[in-house]
């Protein structure tokens, strides 16, 4: 099946700072790209629908100057979690769908861990 | 607008006993369904997906699932469980419509006892 990576699987940071995460589809081009938030014993929070070479569709709620997306190629794209704050600190994870598979299946990351001191 | 009611948050099972996670969902259009199994601090894994056709879908690891239109479900069993399917399960659908985007479920754990 497609491989989709994320980087880091978990980050650290100040409160204040600047955190990137990476998403990559591995071995197929993913023209759309979703980022979900998850908190503890909970599901998936869509947090905006990302395509190749335009601007991201936030969810409602979800501030786009707080989580910069960008889906600079079709195999890549990152999330920025900006001025992080403690309450950001959750689990990410991106998924991708393209031309492998069928149905419009998401191919899902294995998810990043992030903790905001 | 698409909805998914996952009806029971936990699901405690003895290994070896059958099990059905139920899934129901709300929608005007035509549907594509998905579950998808979270092992701890894991991403998520397709275990089966219907998209037209047989209402039957078999997927991964021995599960399988029915659409039913009438009742709008699509409940996930397996006939013998085993400790290692002990995880969270989640249900999702998706307007084929749009982008591919998909509600989730609230998910259901999967407790499987020795």
């Known amino acids: 099946g497609a491989v989709v990576s994320q980087h880091p699987s978990r980050v650290i940071c100040k409160s204040g700072t600047s955190v990137k995460i990476e998403c990559r589809s591995l071995?197929?081009?993913?023209?759309?790209m979703f980022w979900y938030r998850q908190f503890p014993k909970q599901s998936l929070m869509l947090m905006a629908t990302?395509?190749?070479?335009?601007?991201?569709?936030?969810e409602q709620g979800v501030e786009k100057d707080k989580f910069l997306i960008n889906h600079a190629s079709l195999t890549l794209s990152t999330l920025t979690v900006t001025s992080a704050h403690p309450e950001d600190s959750s689990f990410y994870i991106c998924?991708?769908?393209?031309?492998?598979?069928?149905?419009?299946?998401?191919?899902f990351g294995p998810g990043t861990r992030l903790t905001v001191l | 607008a698409q909805s998914v009611t996952q009806l029971d948050s936990q699901v405690p099972v003895f290994e070896e006993a059958p099990v059905e996670l139920r899934c129901n969902y709300s929608s005007s259009v035509s549907v594509y369904l998905f579950w998808y199994v979270q092992y701890p601090n894991q991403g998520l894994q397709l275990l089966l997906k219907?998209?037209?056709?047989?209402?039957l879908v078999k997927g991964i690891n021995g599960f399988e699932a029915e659409f039913n239109k009438s009742q709008t479900s699509f409940h996930l069993r397996k006939p013998s469980v085993h400790i290692s399917d002990t995880a969270e399960y989640f249900c999702?659908?998706?307007?084929?419509?749009?982008?591919?985007?998909?509600?989730f479920g609230q998910g259901t754990t999967l407790q499987v006892k020795p």
């Open positions: 998924s991708a769908s393209g031309n492998s598979g069928g149905g419009n299946e998401q191919f």
């Open positions: 071995d197929f081009q993913a023209t759309t």
């Open positions: 219907y998209l037209s056709g047989s209402t």
């Open positions: 990302s395509n190749e070479g335009s601007k991201a569709t936030y």
């Open positions: 999702a659908v998706s307007d084929p419509g749009n982008t591919g985007k998909l509600i």
